[in-house]
């Protein structure tokens, strides 16, 4: 079985949903037959590339104050610690995630998705130095297990994996994603949102149970 999942690194609630996800993966009797597939999906295309601090950015986009977007913050880290994930109480930075989902597509031709997803989260989310740096991107990278002068190459060349970044997109608006975390189960089964360990629980069990089984075909003797 198939799980794709739609995210943005400068999406929290795609950290958050990530971590409720794979609970629920864990207790999954037949996990290990599910393939887990990141697909890319920017809340922003437009963003600049520049990093900027993120307290004006939600103010701005949403209408709210700065002791709203304060408020709005620190309610998303109280849910980030209850799932056990590290989470600065402020100075995160966001800007443009394209160059990231590039290189996403990059770890996983080299099966290093997942850890590479890790790091970019932490470094985003956890730590105080800003994520959206080429250097910074190199280093992690390299902390993910992949090669550093492959992943600058990577960067430096600003269609590397371009076009693979646009197609999960449009994939997405296809199936009429207008956000994420967006979970998809073997194309035939949705789940929108960071939803609670359980529900991803129950959506494990529906698609599992519900996967169409080929009939056996005997095979012919041979003449």
Excluded at 8 to 37: M, Q, T
Excluded at 39 to 64: C, N, Q, T, W
Excluded at 123 to 144: Q, T
């Amino acid at each position: 079985m198939r799980v794709e999942v739609w995210s943005d690194v400068n999406c929290p609630w795609c950290y958050i949903g990530k971590a409720r996800f794979e609970k629920a993966l864990e207790l999954f009797p037949h996990r290990d037959e599910v393939e887990v597939v990141h697909r890319s999906f920017e809340l922003d295309p437009h963003a600049p590339r520049e990093a900027r601090p993120v307290i004006p950015l939600l103010a701005a986009k949403y209408g709210m104050s700065p002791e709203q977007a304060e408020a709005a913050e620190a309610r998303i880290a109280e849910n980030a610690r209850g799932e056990g994930l590290p989470y600065l109480d402020d100075g995160r930075d966001a800007a443009n995630s394209f160059d990231m989902h590039r290189l996403l597509h990059f770890a996983k031709e080299h099966g290093r998705q997942g850890q590479l997803l890790d790091a970019l989260y932490r470094a985003n989310f956890a730590e105080e130095r800003s994520a959206f740096d080429d250097g910074r991107l190199v280093e992690l990278a390299v902390e993910a297990g992949l090669d550093g002068e492959a992943a600058a190459a990577v960067l430096a060349e600003p269609e590397a994996y371009a076009e693979a970044v646009r197609e999960d997109e449009a994939t997405a608006s296809a199936m009429g994603a207008t956000g994420v975390p967006f979970f998809v189960l073997d194309r035939r089964l949705g789940v929108s949102g960071a939803q609670p360990a359980e529900t991803f629980t129950r959506a494990l069990e529906q698609a599992w149970e519900s996967r169409v089984a080929l009939p056996l075909v005997p095979l012919k003797p041979a003449k």
